[in-house]
């Protein structure tokens, strides 16, 4: 039986639709690394760069901006790590719905009107540095206070992203979808296992794609543009669901003050092509990416 279209499965209805319809126009743009332009804006190592959401506001939204400006469709909030689990860490748990609150405002706040705006989520960090050593309810409690604030702040959509864990995506969608209304974007990190691709609980690309089938966009980000390829290759085969793809910039050769990603936005514009094969609908960078990335690959794939 042939596949349907996956816009014609995951419509949203109402206002939610947003998402839905601009996907319909073709490929979507998403903006690339905010860490990486806030390194460059002066963040030092171990600073956490969602408290900048408070402290140097102009600065998160002056890199929102130079997103916009290149023709990203939608920018992606400075809450990478603003879950309550990791902001503990640093004895900011109290301020997770101020950080939160503040970066979708500044998110919304940049450029002219008509942009969209996700509301980021990341790892909580207990999967892959304690072994998961936190409750299963702990961490989805962290994601469901997390997807609350974003949600009621106004947000367009949630990217529930750089998940390396199979199960711990899945806890993070199954709390979007019980606490939010707009649609969910999932990506996770597959590393290379001998000659597979794979999730560091060993889930293959096509496992990962079907298990997180009640998302509106699924795919992977913060790997080569190689492997990007290879994993969206695997999930094509395997679901009709929209997919996203954020490679980075290559890996930093940190002996360089200040670091340096080695991959140009050129370079990366001619490697992303392939990918246009594979029908994604949701295109950004990540790790070492930024506007001048972004510009090329929106260039590059415009004159495709």
């Not at 961490?139 to 609350?148: H, L, T």
């Not at 290379?192 to 560091?200: C, F, W």
């Not at 690309?205 to 695997?234: F, I, K, S, T």
Request: with cysteine; glycine share 8%.
């Amino acid at each position: 039986m042939a596949l349907r279209s996956p816009l014609d499965m995951h419509d949203v209805p109402g206002d939610q639709n947003r998402l839905h319809e601009r996907l319909t126009r073709g490929v979507l743009f998403a903006d690339g690394a905010i860490g990486t332009m806030l390194q460059a804006k002066g963040l030092r190592p171990g600073e956490l760069a969602e408290l900048w959401n408070l402290t140097q506001p102009q600065a998160v939204q002056e890199i929102h901006d130079a997103y916009l400006k290149v023709g990203c469709d939608f920018i992606q909030t400075n809450t990478f790590g603003a879950n309550p689990l990791r902001l503990k860490e640093s004895g900011l748990g109290g301020q997770t719905e101020a950080i939160n609150a503040a970066a979708v405002q500044l998110a919304r706040g940049a450029g002219a009107a008509g942009h969209l705006v996700a509301g980021t989520i990341g790892p909580t960090g207990y999967f892959r540095k304690r072994g998961h050593t936190g409750s299963s309810q702990n961490i989805r409690s962290a994601f469901e206070e997390q997807v609350s604030g974003l949600v009621h702040e106004g947000v367009d959509l949630l990217v529930i992203e750089t998940m390396t864990h199979l199960d711990e995506a899945r806890m993070a969608l199954q709390a979007a979808q019980t606490c939010a209304s707009v649609p969910v974007v999932v990506s996770l990190v597959f590393f290379e296992k001998g000659e597979a691709l794979l999730t560091l609980d060993d889930a293959p690309p096509h496992d990962a794609v079907r298990e997180l089938a009640a998302a509106q966009v699924v795919g992977c980000n913060c790997m080569n543009v190689e492997c990007v390829v290879e994993v969206l290759r695997q999930m094509r085969e395997a679901t009709s669901l929209p997919l996203i793809a954020q490679p980075h910039a290559g890996l930093p050769m940190k002996h360089q003050k200040p670091v340096v990603y080695p991959l140009t936005p050129e370079e990366m514009a001619h490697q992303i092509l392939p990918l246009l094969e594979l029908t994604p609908r949701i295109l950004g960078g990540c790790c070492g990416t930024t506007p001048a990335h972004l510009d090329a690959v929106i260039r590059s794939v415009r004159r495709s």
